[in-house]
């Protein structure tokens, strides 16, 4: 029984195949055709899904779609006509791809994909909640899912028990914990749907000076969670921004341009933005907890992404236990679609196995075996070394006590925003030149950016305020006191003066509040990536290594050697480890951008 979910037309396409209900392959739209956030029909993704699969289209049992794209229309439409004429330029930008496409979603993937029969769909907020629970390794559990908007929802709660789930209450646009937290990403100059992890990295350099004026004029917090946005000061429901003058007005000036100054003005709008986050998430947490007395939580949606505040519930909240889609934007919305179909919809069972959750770290995206990357590589003459079995871990740690920075590709993709050690860029957390070096000369984004470590899941306690694995980078601790450095006053330094200030002995993976985003690692889950971290530790006594997204700012996580190498070059990278080959940058021929980088990659 194969079932194939989608997500689309929004942001992040994504498709994911599903057969007997096991999660069999996932990738979003953007890894293929190299566009960031990809919204338009997931193609690509789906012709890798279905080749995983070794099926066609047409032997597909059932298609499924993550939303209902008439009641998101009915939305749209009543916003419109509630502001009108005010969103006539909105209007008319939004409506020939939905006149054109959206609206004939059916249409649209019989014809992209060549199938012929009946295309099913989930309503956005449960295709979240089905994306958050029926992996997650619990019988029953609270569901929490918080985003932006999905038709009408912009969170919603209930619970799962075996193979149902049990929807209760929603919240309704346009008052949106999602909302609110975008247009702060807006004001201070980052990328909506984009930038909010950046304002929530920039959150610690800042004081939550504004936090009484958001709650007291932006949003009305209820007891329980629920919240009133007041419309005055936002300009989303028929503009093209998100907030207006009276938004710049209470914030003293206009919204910081991108690429601009951060300025304490924006550190401090940070800081208080993720303060009201957490508090309305926490209410959010212990009003479900007291309505249903389970003991164990899910949770979804984009905002779920917010791994600071995931930290706080599971050190300060109700729960025993917290498991949290790795994808768990719209892309997470085509596997929880999927798996909808076969629990709900087919009524078939679940088995949940040892506690364990379903997603097989979240490893489902494409892999390319050492024969095609050698290939790549002698028919393009790029001199590289075959690493043995034996050597390959010792080696690659090695490298990286030697502060060498290393691009590590191996293994199939990560589904989900994070790398998780299959498509990620390692380096020495022990120095604190990691940081910058990183960020400017390889990443090329913010100096401020903090960079996650990946730490053995049997010594976690070791480095962080931690006590239970952390796969999927989404949940942030603190580091150990012990290990912890005493830091001067903030008054009178700059971004980049505290920047430079060794915070830890681990320096290069703690964030100035002493807190890291963890990735813990087991040898069942990824034994390439854990025996690296394992070497490592035997070299230096360290069981942490630096992991960013194997990318350049702006662009997607790299899928495929060829993605790998071209990144590679393009930055100041020291080592590239493509499977078991090795490659040097001082050996490589001078790189120049050409035509070749088009043959064979699946471009749009």
Known sequence: MDILGISAFYHDSAACLVRDGSILAAAQEERFTRKKHDPRFPRNAIRYCLDEGGIKAGELNYVVFYDKPFLTFERLLLSYITVAPKGLRSWLEAMPLWLGRKLHVQKVIQKEIGYEGEVLFTEHHEAHAASAFYPSPFEEAVILTMDGVGEWATASYGYGRGNEIYLLKELHFPDSLGLLYSAFTYFTGFKVNSGEYKLMGLAPYGKPRYRDVILKELVDVKEDGSLRLNLFYFDFLGGLRMTNKRFEKLFGGPARKPEGEITQREMDIAASIQAVIEEIIMRMIWTVYRETKLQCLCLAGGVALNCVANGRILKQGPFKEVWIQPAAGDAGGSLGAALSVWHRFLGRGRKVIDGKDSQRGSYLGPAFS???????????????????????????????????????????????PRALGARSILGDPRRTETQSIMNLKIKYRESFRPFAPTVLENKVSEYFEMDRPSPYMLLVAKVQEQRRLPQPSPDGLGLLERLRIRRSD????????????????????????????????????????????????????????????????????????????????????????GKEWRKGLILD
């Open 506 to 593: 681990i320096p290069a993976v703690t964030h100035l509040d002493y807190s890291a985003r963890v990735q813990t690692v087991n040898r069942e889950d990824k034994p390439d990536y854990y025996d690296v971290i394992s070497e490592f530790e035997r070299l230096t006594g360290c069981a942490v290594v630096v992991n960013t997204s194997f990318n350049v700012r702006g662009e997607p996580i790299i899928r495929s050697h060829e993605d790998a190498y071209r990144c590679f070059m393009r930055t100041e990278m020291d080592i590239l480890v493509l499977e078991d080959c090795i490659l040097f940058k001082e050996q490589q021929p001078k790189w120049t951008e």
């Open 370 to 416: 050492s024969e095609r990357v050698r290939a790549f590589l002698d028919a393009n003459k790029y001199p590289y070394r075959k690493l043995e079995e034996e050597e390959r871990a010792r080696a690659i740690a090695g490298y990286i006590a030697a502060g060498k920075v290393v691009g590590y590709m191996t293994g199939r993709m990560e589904f989900g």
